[in-house]
């Protein structure tokens, strides 16, 4: 069974950084676009940075500036750099493929929480 596993959150202070990773055990060669999503308490889970097969990243504008999304293909990793962060980016944090033909079984996600 293909498996995504996120880590690298925590809890940090407004304008502190932390970078998440996210393991796949399917080939992300395989994968057209792969994205970073986050749920927060009470709200649907949004997606807020995807990146392609060739590399091409989107952002949506609340994490633009201040989030970095790439990969290492080699090694199935997708990473999410956060800079600046907010309290509103408090949220679990998911990664998976954006199309919902390769669209892998949702992993446990990784808790970021930005409080003072």
């Known amino acids: 069974q293909v498996q995504l596993a996120e880590s690298g959150g925590g809890l940090v202070q407004p304008g502190e950084s932390l970078r998440l990773s996210c393991v796949s055990s399917h080939s992300l060669f395989r994968i057209n676009t792969m994205g970073w999503y986050r749920q927060a308490p009470g709200k649907s889970r949004e997606l807020i940075a995807t990146i392609s097969v060739r590399g091409s990243t989107t952002y949506v504008d609340s994490v633009k500036g201040r989030f970095t999304i790439s990969k290492d293909s080699a090694k199935n990793t997708v990473y999410l750099q956060m800079n600046s962060l907010k309290p509103e980016d408090t949220a679990v944090y998911f990664c998976?493929?954006?199309?919902?033909?390769?669209?892998?079984?949702w992993g446990q996600g990784t808790q970021v929480t930005v409080s003072s």
């Open positions: 998976n493929a954006v199309a919902h033909y390769q669209r892998m079984s």
